[in-house]
């Protein structure tokens, strides 16, 4: 009985961290992704740089923007260097989830 019991746990605690894992490190990995792709030109808090014309990503005209579309708009922006253009999309939506947390 107590075998039954802590077999059920294991299970149980195994589901929920497989569940729980790759949404904890996908923030993870799209905070690292922005930083080493977009926080050069769109700076760490991601509001841009206006004298070199560089969009803030926190502007309200970005917040609009669905993810999809912003995620389309990471990768075809002619502006970005090739490593931005190659993004997954994945990686791209990664990103998108991160850009949105610096927005609130």
């Not at 294991?10 to 993870?28: D, G, K, N, R, Y």
């Not at 690292?32 to 969009?55: F, R, V």
């Amino acid at each position: 009985m107590k075998t039954t019991k802590l077999v059920a746990l294991v299970t149980t605690l195994a589901v929920a961290l497989f569940i729980l894992i790759p949404s904890l490190s996908w923030a993870e990995d799209g905070a690292a992704l922005y930083k080493a792709k977009c926080a050069a030109c769109h700076g760490a808090d991601a509001t841009g740089k206006p004298a070199a014309k560089i969009p803030s990503l926190i502007a309200e005209d970005v917040k609009a923007k669905s993810d999809s579309d912003f995620a389309a708009t990471i990768t075809s922006t002619a502006k970005h260097p090739a490593g931005v253009k190659s993004l997954s999309a994945d990686d791209a939506k990664a990103i998108v989830t991160y850009i949105r947390t610096l927005q609130k």
